[in-house]
């Protein structure tokens, strides 16, 4: 896999660039969260669980995981909640993918089957798995045929999202385009 620099902490983009599942969960964990400390969470998980394996997350008694999880620093700012959901998407990747978390993209013959496929995971509405599958393709060379188009303006150049965070400038460009929707949304809400 690429040299990922999504949590801007070593340790936790070895892990993101290295373990697919790892990837996925700060995915998962990108939302209402700061977006390095969220793909820092799993590096988190492993710190203190020894490891990212689906199968052995999804059969962890779930009050024991959310402990591990919600322990400060917390993976997120709803460490328990969130840790069933890690939990969830750990037992879908082990029901449907024989917990072979990178066959979910590999195994993906067209962009719409990859879309398809994120969007059927707990926790993934429409936006999370365009967003994903941008990352697969900018970071990570998985460009099933039709990725563009399901991607929308995530497969395209600039700094829109965690598939554009190379460093952190990047990551920094992205706060900025972020922030900067939300005002012209607002301000879109005001002013209709």
């Known amino acids: 896999m690429a040299k990922l620099q999504i949590a801007q902490e070593p340790s936790a983009d070895e892990l993101l660039s290295n373990d697919p599942f790892a990837l996925l969960t700060g995915m998962l964990l990108d939302q209402q969260f700061p977006m390095e400390r969220a793909f820092a969470g799993p590096a988190k998980i492993r710190d203190r669980f020894g490891s990212m394996e689906p199968a052995a997350i999804a059969a962890t008694e779930p009050e024991a995981f959310a402990d591990l999880c919600s322990t400060p620093p917390a993976i ?3 460490g328990r909640s969130m840790a069933g959901r890690v939990q969830q998407l750990a037992q879908a990747i082990v029901d449907d ?5 990178a066959s979910l993209w590999t195994g993906a013959k067209t962009g719409d089957e990859l879309f398809a496929r994120l969007r059927a ?3 993934f509405g429409d936006q999370k798995a365009k967003i994903f599958v941008a990352l697969l393709a900018k970071q990570l060379d998985v460009k099933p045929a039709g990725w ?3 991607a929308g303006d995530y497969s395209k150049k600039g700094f829109r999202s965690v598939a554009d965070v190379v460093d952190g400038e990047s990551l920094q460009q992205v706060r900025d385009f972020k ?4 005002a012209r949304a607002k301000a879109e809400t005001a002013g209709g």
């Open 76 to 78: 997120h700012r709803y």
């Open 97 to 101: 993918y024989d917990g072979d978390t």
């Open 121 to 123: 995971l707990p926790g």
């Open 148 to 150: 563009t188009k399901v």
């Open 179 to 182: 922030k900067a929707a939300k």
